[in-house]
């Protein structure tokens, strides 16, 4: 009788450790789950479940498209120089078309008053060429159809080296950091705005600022 109900005390103590482990992994996998849902699932409710564990990774497309769109934006803003500009206008069209294909129209209206105009009569006044680099960029938020994308970078301005000289010497690099603003417009990410990263957290926007940029390797 003794043996048995040893036997017994021990298939008990069995149960038990192997019930306490289920229980840790359970919980294990629960936090896995939690964790997964809220840092890859989009939208919300049931919805958000299952685009967490989504084969195609819908999530990562839209951070992926996202973030080249505002690496773009970084780029084709930074990006200019004589060649662009139309003598008979002191414009430069393909300035403004470059880089008004990366943004929503409510951000044009801001570009065209308060960036271009400044861009066109830096490089017809001084002749200036910049160019651009984009080290990455990194999603902050997104949901369905808006996303902050931080960007880092450089740009580099190069001048004539006398007045009407072919030759030009460039200055240092100068690094960037961005907070853009996109919006989804159909199907679409395009930048709604934009702020150097020291103040975004003030809100403040810098519409037509032409200094920072980014996505993984430089350009």
Same mark, same amino acid.
């Given at each position: 009788? $003794?043996?048995?109900?040893s036997?017994?005390? $021990?298939?008990a103590?069995v149960?038990?450790?192997?019930?306490? !482990? @289920?229980v840790?992994?359970?919980?294990?996998?629960?936090?896995?789950l939690?964790?997964?849902?809220? #840092?890859? &699932?989009?939208?919300? &409710?049931? &919805?958000?479940?299952?685009?967490a /564990?989504?084969?195609?990774d819908? @999530?990562? +497309?839209?951070? =992926?498209?996202?973030?080249?769109?505002?690496?773009?934006?970084?780029?084709r803003?930074? +990006?200019?120089g004589p060649?662009?500009? =139309?003598?008979?206008?002191?414009?430069?069209?393909?300035?403004?078309?470059?880089?008004?294909a990366?943004i +929503?129209? #409510?951000?044009? *209206?801001d570009f065209e008053?308060?960036?271009?105009? @400044?861009?066109e009569?830096?490089?017809?006044?001084l002749? !200036?060429?910049?160019?651009?680099?984009v080290?990455?960029?990194?999603?902050?938020?997104?949901?369905?159809?808006? *996303?902050?994308? @931080? %960007?880092?970078?450089? /740009?580099?301005? *190069?001048?004539?080296?006398?007045k009407?000289?072919?030759?030009? %010497?460039?200055? =240092?690099?100068?690094?960037? $950091? /961005?907070?853009?603003?996109? !919006?989804? +417009?159909?199907?679409?990410?395009?930048?709604?705005?934009?702020a150097? !990263?020291?103040?975004a957290?003030s809100?403040?926007?810098?519409?037509?600022?032409t &200094?920072s940029?980014?996505?993984g390797?430089?350009?």
């Amino acid at each position: 009788m $003794r043996g048995g109900a040893s036997a017994v005390r $021990r298939s008990a103590g069995v149960r038990w450790a192997v019930l306490g !482990v @289920l229980v840790v992994i359970i919980i294990a996998s629960l936090g896995y789950l939690g964790t997964r849902i809220t #840092k890859d &699932g989009a939208g919300s &409710g049931w &919805g958000r479940v299952t685009s967490a /564990f989504s084969a195609d990774d819908s @999530l990562q +497309t839209e951070r =992926d498209a996202a973030m080249s769109q505002a690496r773009q934006f970084a780029l084709r803003i930074n +990006t200019y120089g004589p060649d662009m500009l =139309d003598a008979k206008s002191g414009q430069m069209p393909k300035y403004r078309s470059q880089v008004e294909a990366v943004i +929503t129209a #409510k951000y044009r *209206a801001d570009f065209e008053k308060d960036g271009v105009p @400044l861009v066109e009569a830096t490089v017809s006044q001084l002749a !200036v060429k910049r160019t651009a680099q984009v080290y990455s960029t990194g999603v902050a938020a997104i949901d369905d159809d808006t *996303a902050t994308v @931080l %960007v880092a970078g450089s /740009f580099t301005n *190069a001048y004539p080296k006398k007045k009407g000289s072919s030759t030009y %010497v460039s200055a =240092d690099p100068e690094p960037y $950091r /961005f907070e853009v603003s996109m !919006v989804k +417009t159909g199907g679409k990410w395009l930048v709604d705005n934009f702020a150097p !990263v020291e103040s975004a957290q003030s809100g403040s926007g810098a519409a037509g600022s032409t &200094g920072s940029g980014t996505t993984g390797g430089a350009q």
